[in-house]
């Protein structure tokens, strides 16, 4: 088994959920993502989701936005993304998932992406605009190699649809937990979010992948309100704020992770 589908399986193992919480390459500056993903390991995180600063993020909302022209206006480049995260790899035992545009994907090719992925030590991707129908090539490449590939569903997309997108996934599934951009759900129209339950429970019978959550999730009862139906929360928005408010973005990465911990039960079913 790969990296992503031994912790979910440790996860369910032991009837727990996890945490996955996403960090902007390159941001708050140059040299920050090893300090940072250690800190959040150590803080309770079990797979780290990085996302790929891209020109034209399509469904990152202002905060993340931000994140990703600063990291480009600094100079980053996959490359040095793929560096950095070679450099943290021997410090952290976590999953490690890239969330990268197909702009950047075809930018790169294929085979050199995957190549400097695997030296990397990256366990996979999330591919946010990847028309399922168009992606073929990159997802069956991707899992050839040993890593995992997901996209998003939306709460809007049709059963068929929802179908269609789970059995193209590999390592887990990614929901939103509602539509629109990234964003903490303050931000966005109030601080409940939908309730999940259902569209998980629809999940559950197209795929035993685990199900991971994220769009407006942002603190730990957030966290706690999903892990009652999915196998992780994912934090974004809420997480990259707080880096990038914070004189030392890493200590300030694992004091938030140790915070939304909080909403992970031990005895989660």
Known sequence: ????????????????????????????????????LVEIERAGACIAEIGFPFSDPIADGPVIAAAMHSALGKGWTPRIGFDEIESARASVKMGLV??????????????????????????????????????????????????????????????????RLVAACSGFVYLLARSGITG???????????DIGSRVELLRTMTDLPIACGFGISSAGHVRAVVEHADAAIVGSALVRRMGEATDPAAAAGEMVRELMAGIANDTA
Do not use: H, N
């Open 184 to 194: 903490e759900s303050g931000e966005v129209g109030g601080a409940t979010l939908p």
């Open 98 to 163: 890239g969330m990268v545009s197909v702009s950047i994907v075809w930018r790169l090719g294929i085979d050199a992406m995957i190549a400097q992925a695997q030296r990397a030590g990256l366990d996979g991707f999330i591919f946010p605009d990847l028309p399922e129908e168009e992606g073929r090539e990159i997802l069956d490449r991707v899992r050839g190699a040993g890593l995992s590939a997901s996209l998003l569903i939306a709460p809007t997309t049709s059963p068929a649809r929802a179908q």
């Open 1 to 36: 088994m790969g990296r992503i589908d031994d912790i979910f399986t440790r996860l369910r193992a032991d009837k727990r959920r996890g945490l996955m919480p996403f960090v902007c390459a390159g941001y708050p500056g140059p040299g920050a993502l090893k300090p940072v």
